[in-house]
């Protein structure tokens, strides 16, 4: 086995139970998300969130092996793998340091639900709670979308690494 390779999930089977676990992480944090934004505090969801999203992203890209230290000391070839396949994927994050600004560009794709989640909150109560529900819904889509993008990766990996 290529030493590069040791912390990316060495079959398919682990792949799934990592891809698994991650998404177990997404819908926790996410919950965490909902509380927050249900709170009537003007910006405190948005820092919450870029605080919480960044940390999620860069703990999936651990769990699958692909932060950007450890692409960073793969072979040239399994590198191009990695970023062709997570361009093809539209994860932006595989194999790359997160920073809160590239959360706020994630955030922003997102805009109309977060302006949304912000004006809801001024409703008394059923506000607040659709606040939270939106919270958890974006929240949870840009984590499973940033799991499958991993996924996706790892699974490429896996393959030219056995051909």
């Excluded at 993008?149 to 690494?161: D, E, K, P, S, Y």
């Amino acid at each position: 086995m290529n030493e590069d390779l040791t912390l990316i999930p060495g079959n398919s089977e682990a792949i799934m139970q990592v891809r698994e676990e991650c998404r177990r992480m997404v819908r926790n944090r996410a919950a965490v998300s909902a509380g927050v934004s249900a709170l009537p505090v003007p910006g405190l969801d948005v820092m919450s969130d870029l605080s919480m999203l960044t940390g999620l992203v860069n703990d999936v890209n651990a769990a699958f092996g692909l932060t950007a230290a450890q692409v960073e000391h793969l072979q040239p070839t399994y590198k191009r793998i990695v970023y062709g396949a997570a361009a093809g994927v539209g994860g932006m994050m595989v194999g790359k340091l997160v920073t809160r600004q590239l959360a706020v560009q994630l955030l922003k794709r997102t805009g109309l639900r977060v302006f949304a989640k912000s004006a809801a909150r001024f409703v008394p109560l059923a506000g607040q709670l659709a606040s939270a529900a939106i919270g958890f819904t974006v929240f949870r889509k840009l984590g499973y979308d940033h799991v499958e993008a991993c996924t996706t990766v790892a699974q490429q990996l896996l393959a030219a690494r056995a051909a």
